[in-house]
């Protein structure tokens, strides 16, 4: 399977505090995307960082890709209530898209 | 603009029927993809529809198919059901060449009995 692995499985941390969830897939990769899920409801689209790419910000989150370890990270900064959904990471490689296992997140109001 | 948009939103069947799930689009979007979520196997690819002709194939049996009509909406059909056909199927829309943002739509909650 090239579907990616995502650490940790699950996260709950206090409103304010930083998130890291990590990926590591399998394959080489023309770029790698991070979505949102909340309970039961389609993805959202969160950031994109091309194969090229290190690191990349996007309001608080900043997304790592190191392709040398076939790894990225998401960070979300000074987190909220809100924030607490499944966290996917997705690879593009040439037009197929494969999605890691996600990471729930809860923010603790 | 309007968003992807699926239907029906939850269906119950039982074993051995068959089921259709539609996809619309956003307007202007070609290509659309189809996949299956459920808790054990995560987000699983299907297929993907780009143009009217499948592009491509997950690895899934050949009881789910898909297709895609001029206007870009999509179905997907699954026959003779199974209790592990269970899941919520998700339909993405991807935009224009250098887009690769995939857009999500609600999803159809399937519940096989």
């Known amino acids: 399977s090239q579907q990616g692995e995502e650490d940790p499985q699950a996260l709950s941390i206090q409103e304010g505090e930083n998130a890291t969830m990590n990926c590591s897939y399998k394959?080489?990769?023309?770029?790698l995307q991070w979505y949102r899920q909340n309970s039961g409801r389609g993805l959202v689209h969160l950031i994109l960082i091309r194969s090229n790419e290190r690191e990349k910000h996007s309001g608080r989150l900043r997304v790592t890709l190191d392709t040398s370890k076939k790894s990225s990270s998401l960070l979300i900064t000074a987190s909220r209530a809100a924030d607490t959904a499944s966290y996917f990471c997705?690879?593009?490689?040439?037009?197929?898209?494969?999605f890691g296992t996600g990471t729930s997140l809860t923010v603790i109001p | 603009k309007a968003g992807v948009t699926q239907t029906p939103r939850y269906l119950i069947k039982t074993r051995g029927q068959q089921v259709t799930l539609s996809c619309s689009p956003i307007s202007g979007h070609r290509s659309v993809s189809w996949y299956q979520q459920t808790p054990g196997q995560g987000l699983q690819f299907l297929f993907e529809?780009?143009?009217?002709?499948?592009?491509n194939k997950g690895n899934f049996p050949g009881r789910f198919s898909g297709r895609q009509f001029s206007n870009s909406r999509s179905e997907m059909n699954v026959s003779t059901l199974e209790l592990g056909d269970s899941a919520l199927y998700l339909c993405?829309?991807?935009?224009?060449?250098?887009?690769?943002?995939?857009?999500f739509g609600p999803g159809t909650r399937l519940t096989v009995l």
């Open positions: 997705a690879t593009l490689t040439g037009n197929q898209f494969y």
């Open positions: 529809y780009f143009s009217e002709t499948q592009r």
């Open positions: 993405a829309s991807t935009g224009t060449e250098g887009s690769n943002e995939q857009f």
């Open positions: 394959t080489s990769i023309n770029n």
